[in-house]
């Protein structure tokens, strides 16, 4: 068996041979804390210890918060998952698709297949490309037109979405798995059956109840000094300080004024607030009596929804998700032989770029939440030795 000390000596690991400044990790079976540890600095010139109440960007773990909002509006009727986009968005209507031809020129054609609801939560809607497709340059073209960034222009995730539907689609919707758009999509028909914003639908529907008050798309007072310095690690090996995500600097999306909410990247959050989020899901979709979901819509959620082809193409994109399927915007643990890592079957959760992670596994009520902020990291050689030590604990 392992020991809260074999956690203590791991983390620290992190911090004296990946070079990560700081890291903060807790675990929880039901309700009970079995461990919460803080090491290192929030800041590279380690003058600022790392705290309970450090930030940190969650990136995409973002999305498992979305796609629960999603669940919850489907608990409640407000659509089904065989439902045409369309009906909630009516641009999603008449779809166009990019077709290649034998001799690599592209053509636009119109798409057979509508786009279903339940192609959103599974990232089967084929909007995302970095080639010469007509996808590709017309996604480039769309955010040009409305402004540039979606980071750093001043635009809306709903004025973005109803544009996007002018882009050409690189598959039939429900062909392929490819990580991108899906999540963004559906958090709009979140906001048109809701009558809310997103951030104003977790704020009522999650945040308030589960207390979680340090979780949000913008800065609030004080928490720019608050927030964990991320780092990347350089091909020659060293360390430095990261202060972009892909072109666009990484805190623009969080600036007070910003009417843009990434409803797949766009949370501060600190590791008690994740670690409740992860341990709500792990019982159940309950939390000191608080009931955010039903537990069959839970089950639901992490149900694989991938067929042989989609788990090919799911593996090759994210090779450290060996052993698992997804679901409905999040993870599923399908296979512990395969994935070659204790679990139980039906574990889920999500990870982020700068390297946090979050696991919910309802059999055991067992539920963990990593924050450090390294960007792009070998998520496998941190998440992966975790899940072995928490699972040791029980």
């Excluded at 797949?264 to 899901?281: E, K, N, P, R, Y």
Aim: net charge negative; aromatic share 10%; charged share 25%.
């Amino acid at each position: 068996m392992s020991t809260t000390k074999d956690l203590d000596r791991l983390l620290q690991h992190y911090i004296d041979d990946r070079g990560v400044p700081g890291v903060a990790f807790s675990v929880f079976q039901g309700e009970d804390k079995l461990y919460e540890g803080y090491f290192g600095h929030r800041d590279m010139a380690k003058t600022q210890p790392l705290t309970p109440d450090t930030l940190f960007r969650i990136h995409s773990i973002t999305k498992a918060f979305s796609a629960l909002c999603g669940m919850m509006e489907f608990e409640r009727g407000a659509f089904l998952m065989d439902d045409p986009v369309y009906e909630y968005i009516p641009e999603y209507r008449h779809m166009k698709l990019s077709v290649k031809q034998p001799d690599g020129s592209w053509t636009v054609e119109d798409a057979k297949e509508p786009m279903l609801m339940k192609h959103l939560f599974n990232m089967n809607v084929g909007f995302y490309a970095h080639d010469d497709s007509p996808t590709a340059l017309g996604m480039i073209d769309c955010h040009e037109k409305l402004g540039g960034s979606k980071f750093q222009a001043d635009y809306s995730l709903e004025t973005e979405i109803r544009a996007l539907a002018e882009v050409p689609m690189l598959f039939e919707p429900g062909s392929h798995w490819q990580y991108g758009y899906g999540i963004d999509i559906m958090a709009v028909v979140v906001e048109l059956t809701s009558g809310m914003s997103l951030g104003q639908f977790m704020k009522e529907k999650i945040f308030e109840p589960l207390e979680m008050k340090d979780t949000d798309f913008r800065f609030r007072p004080g928490w720019r000094e608050r927030m964990a310095e991320c780092v990347e690690h350089l091909p020659d090996g060293s360390v430095v300080h990261c202060d972009k995500l892909l072109v666009d600097p990484l805190d623009t999306m969080y600036r007070e004024t910003a009417l843009y909410e990434g409803a797949d990247v766009g949370l501060l959050s600190t590791l008690s607030d994740l670690q409740i989020f992860s341990a709500m899901l792990a019982c159940g979709g309950t939390w000191k009596g608080e009931r955010i979901i039903g537990h069959k819509t839970i089950d639901l959620m992490r149900t694989n929804l991938l067929d042989e082809a989609m788990m090919k193409e799911f593996l090759q994109s994210m090779p450290e998700m060996q052993g698992y399927g997804y679901g409905y915007g999040v993870r599923t643990y399908l296979d512990p032989a395969g994935g070659l890592c204790s679990g139980s079957k039906g574990e889920f959760g999500w990870l982020g770029a700068a390297g946090t992670w979050m696991m919910a596994d309802p059999e055991e009520k067992l539920s963990a939440a990593l924050m450090l902020q390294d960007m792009l990291p070998n998520s496998k050689y941190y998440n992966n030795r975790l899940r072995a030590t928490v699972y040791g604990l029980i």
